[in-house]
């Protein structure tokens, strides 16, 4: 079976997708994923119609010699079928100048529906870059992307993109000769994955640990590493109350099967664009289901909080205070049946006092750490924007009047800033750097901010 691009699509978001995709094993495409299609399908079909109306091009796969002899300055859908790798190129444009650097005359176009570019967007116009390179013989390293609403054009180098893409493809056939299976680990990508009730079955068997969403990846690696795999194993190294909430969900079943808001988002847009009855209806039966659940968690809540809930609540879950200890408390060594449980609960028992006993009661750690992590948050933001100011030299310092000033290197100043687009908001982090001005004579320093 030939690489595609949903295989490789699957494996830069989950590489379990990948595996079961080149497994072929069957599966029930979500109604998103179905919708998403459609979508794509009506985006390329218009952007299709506008290159058309605008430019003479060729519909199809033109043979070897005549795409050699440049004679197509537009190719619409072209399409690679070779034994290792299968790809439906959306466009490729001949390029006006060549140059040493970039021998390959055509530059691959890939159309995508939303304003906003993403990593996964780029990574497949560089797949249709490797896989134009396999039946052309030579290597674009540059790309083009048409998106959103208004059609715009953004350039892409792909050098960086192609070496990755050409590290997917290995990790791809190797996997597929060794017949390997990556280990499952949910992830955001489930809730839109046409696998999410296969692998959220297995996961729920094994009651793996991914199946908590907020324990991230390299959170989970930590516990495992500590001898933990299961949520019940988890449990263990927290407190009692921990373990109260965990099956409130289970006491509500949504008619539709598998809630999601993403799925209320869907049949939303859905009825926007066809005002169907049908859709309407799933949509007010959804939302009116999850007023009832929202309502039955609040019931609960206030049941488990009354103080006679561990003896009347119909609820499978007490209140923590009315619990009684199973066994009688004791100072010393504890006898662990598996020596294994000795060292899991060593490790959680300090994890347990170093994160929330002592920072928590001592202030000057806890000073620290809220500084630690302040600092981390805001100098992981990445900067949007670089403005270099190259202002002039002053004419005399402002201190003692000397005319004897230099250059001494830079200072920069950070904004943080939001931006408004036809999508939404996002955060805008622009960094300006100035030139900065030592007096010789004083040896005052300054820049553009303090001149003024
Ligand atoms: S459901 Fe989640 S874990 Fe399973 S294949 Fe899809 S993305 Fe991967
Ligand atoms: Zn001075």
Not at 352 to 364: D, E, F, M, P
Request: hydrophobic share 35%; charged share 25%; with cysteine.
């Amino acid at each position: 079976m030939p690489i595609t691009e949903q295989i490789v699509d699957a494996f830069v978001r989950c590489e379990t997708k990948a595996h079961l995709k080149l497994d072929a094993v069957p599966r029930i495409p979500s109604e998103l994923s179905r919708w998403q299609q459609r979508l794509k399908e009506d985006y390329r079909k218009e952007c299709n119609e506008l290159l058309r109306s605008a430019f003479q091009s060729y519909p199809g796969t033109p043979d070897l010699p005549s795409l050699k002899s440049c004679c197509h300055a537009l190719i619409l859908g072209y399409v690679v079928a070779l034994p290792e790798i299968d790809a439906q190129i959306d466009a490729l444009v001949l390029r006006r100048q060549i140059s040493a650097r970039m021998d390959c005359p055509y530059i691959p176009i890939r159309f995508v529906r939303s304003e906003s570019i993403s990593i996964f967007d780029k990574l497949l116009l560089a797949f249709d870059a490797v896989a134009f390179s396999k039946a052309y013989g030579k290597m674009p390293r540059l790309g083009r992307i048409i998106h959103g609403r208004d059609h715009r054009t953004a350039a892409v180098p792909l050098s960086r993109l192609v070496r990755r893409i050409n590290s997917v493809l290995k990790a791809l056939t190797e996997q597929r000769a060794r017949n390997f299976s990556p280990p499952l680990a949910l992830n955001k990508h489930c809730v839109e994955c046409e696998f999410q009730s296969r692998c959220r079955e297995i996961a729920v068997a094994k009651d793996d640990l991914s199946l908590l969403p907020t324990l991230s990846s390299k959170e989970r690696k930590k516990q495992n590493d500590k001898g933990i795999f299961t949520v019940l194993q988890l449990s263990y190294t927290f407190r009692s109350p921990r373990r109260l909430s965990h099956s409130l969900a289970k006491h509500y079943r949504w008619s539709s099967g598998s809630p999601s808001g993403l799925a209320a988002l869907v049949w939303r847009l859905q009825w926007e664009a066809s005002r169907e009855a049908g859709v309407k209806k799933s949509l007010i039966v959804y939302n009116a289901e999850d007023c009832e659940a929202a309502d039955r968690v609040a019931t609960a809540l206030v049941a488990m909080c009354s103080p006679n809930s561990g003896s009347e609540s119909s609820y499978s879950t007490v209140n923590a205070d009315a619990l009684t200890r199973e066994f009688p408390r004791q100072f010393g060594n504890v006898d662990f049946v598996l020596p294994e449980f000795r060292k899991i609960n060593d490790a959680a028992y300090w994890d347990y006092q170093r994160s929330k006993v002592y920072v928590r009661s001592n202030s000057r750690l806890r000073r620290q750490e809220h500084n630690a992590a302040n600092r981390q948050s805001i100098s992981k933001v990445p900067v949007n924007k670089l403005v270099m100011m190259n202002e002039e030299r002053p004419s005399a310092c402002l201190r003692c009047a000397s005319t004897l000033i230099y250059r001494i290197g830079r200072t920069n100043q950070t904004v943080y800033d939001l931006r408004f687009s036809p999508v939404g908001v996002k955060r805008w982090v622009v960094k300006y750097s100035h030139r900065r001005f030592i007096c010789w004579k004083c040896k005052t320093t300054s820049n553009a901010r303090t001149q003024t």
